[in-house]
């Protein structure tokens, strides 16, 4: 991996006086960018140091969804048109809610007052639709070489997996007694959404290693075409948006917890890959039901929801009641899959266990972490195989989506390891997060500037 030893002088002066924000009164302020796939996202976000650690502050969070119901999914086209749409104009609106300037520089606004100017602008740069992260990522840039300051190409699922960070440090803004700290490392992920099922050991800020990933489908992908499949029409038309597996979790626990307060997971492999034939005499199969493999699989689940809705002859055959069952048989048979490969890689990791490597906290993030059987499923899991003790870390739900806050506070974090994008930097549509891999993960792919 080669890094750029130096960059403009003016970015250098930027870059060494970004430096020393944290040590003065008005702390680290970003504009963050999100394009990655159809959530065009602005935010600005500020961290500073408190006398009990560090505290952060979102100062302005807009995010537009493409439109895509028509589709009953995400169309490539349609979303990018939205970022063309939208984004300088998030951008715009995100400018007046920049700090006021205490010293009268500054960026004069519309309104005639004077700004803070961002210490540095974060972007997606990867992984994604590659022409929709140009749009954000060309923005950042154009907005650096506007303004003379630096940028960060953002990971987006280092994002991800950092947002517990962000969550804990907003708590201390808000004063938390006690102070709340970020879940130190190394500690285990899963990342869940609909493009990405990840369970990831994280050892450092740019050091993770990948243990699962999903050799098909992502689960959340699984759980919008089980939710296509199963809910009546009319929910399909009213749903405001193509996100059908949270229209399905609403369908099927119409009073949240209450409905899965019962809910018992299985204490053995053998009870965790053993048929359920339900009442209407159909059966989910478990993946990898007889193998240890350290691999997702989520296809296989929403084509077997779809024969059944099939074997019915059409969907409105099929009554409320066998639709909610199904739906949660869908969503339980998908959850404790990810549920059972994260408990074997917890007894693959325990031998080496010792001291300052315990393996504590499980992180998770993704737009599918906002859904609470998932919770219960992996709190049960863990009580029940013998890690009662780790403590599960989900962000709120309007940080769990894609969203330009988490895209600013991982632009923070590795701005204050002293990295900086060159402006030469493309975007990626594939990137990983392990160093190990071909692309040698965060830092592996060129456009680094390390100070």
């Known amino acids: 991996m080669l890094f750029k030893v130096t960059a403009a002088a003016t970015f250098r002066r930027s870059a060494i006086k970004a430096r020393g924000c944290l040590n003065s009164r008005r702390g680290l302020l970003t504009l963050a960018i999100e394009t990655s796939c159809d959530d065009t996202s602005v935010a600005v976000v500020e961290k500073t140091k408190k006398v009990f650690g560090s505290a952060a502050k979102i100062h302005f969070l807009e995010n537009v969804t493409a439109d895509t119901r028509a589709h009953r999914g995400i169309h490539p086209i349609i979303a990018l048109e939205s970022h063309q749409d939208n984004l300088a104009n998030l951008v715009q609106k995100a400018l007046n809610h920049l700090p006021e300037s205490k010293t009268g520089d500054g960026l004069k606004v519309a309104d005639g007052t004077r700004r803070r100017l961002p210490d540095f602008i974060s972007a997606t740069r990867g992984p994604g639709m590659r022409s929709n992260l140009s749009v954000g990522l060309d923005t950042g840039k154009a907005l650096s070489v506007a303004w003379q300051i630096p940028m960060v190409g953002v990971h987006h699922m280092q994002a991800h997996l950092l947002t517990p960070g962000l969550v804990s440090c907003l708590a201390n803004e808000a004063k938390a007694d006690p102070p709340t700290t970020p879940p130190e490392f190394p500690f285990l992920s899963i990342l869940v959404s609909g ?75 053998g009870q965790e890959v053993a ?144 990295f900086r994008s060159d402006l030469s930097c493309r975007p990626l549509r594939k990137w990983t997060l392990d160093p190990k891999a071909d692309d040698g993960g965060i830092l592996g792919p060129g456009g680094w500037i390390k100070e």
């Open 275 to 418: 048929r359920r034939i339900s009442d209407w005499g159909w059966s989910l199969t478990t993946p990898f039901a007889n193998t240890r493999t350290m691999q997702f699989s989520f296809s296989s689940i929403s084509s077997m929801v779809g024969k059944i809705v099939q074997s019915n002859g059409t969907n409105i055959n099929i009554s409320d009641a066998e639709r909610v069952d199904l739906g949660r048989e869908a969503m339980r048979v998908c959850f404790e899959h990810l549920a059972s490969r994260t408990i074997i890689a917890l007894e693959t990791l325990r031998p080496h266990n010792t001291g300052k490597d315990d393996i504590n906290t499980l992180v998770v993030s993704g737009g599918v972490a906002a859904n609470q059987f998932l919770m219960k499923v992996l709190t049960s899991f863990l009580e029940v195989r013998g890690f009662g003790h780790m403590k599960i870390v989900a962000p709120p739900p309007y940080l769990c989506t894609d969203n330009a806050a988490m895209i600013g506070w991982a632009g923070i974090e590795m701005f204050e390891a002293g």
């Open 195 to 269: 493009g990405h099922t990840t369970l990831v050991q994280s050892k450092g800020l740019t050091d993770h290693k990948i243990l699962a990933t999903s050799e098909d489908i992502a689960i959340g992908e699984a759980l919008d075409k089980s939710a296509r499949d199963i809910l009546p029409e009319s929910l399909l038309q009213e749903a405001k948006s193509t996100m059908y597996g949270k229209s399905l979790e609403q369908f099927v626990f119409p009073n949240g917890k209450a409905d899965f307060a019962d809910y018992s997971p299985p204490e053995t492999r």
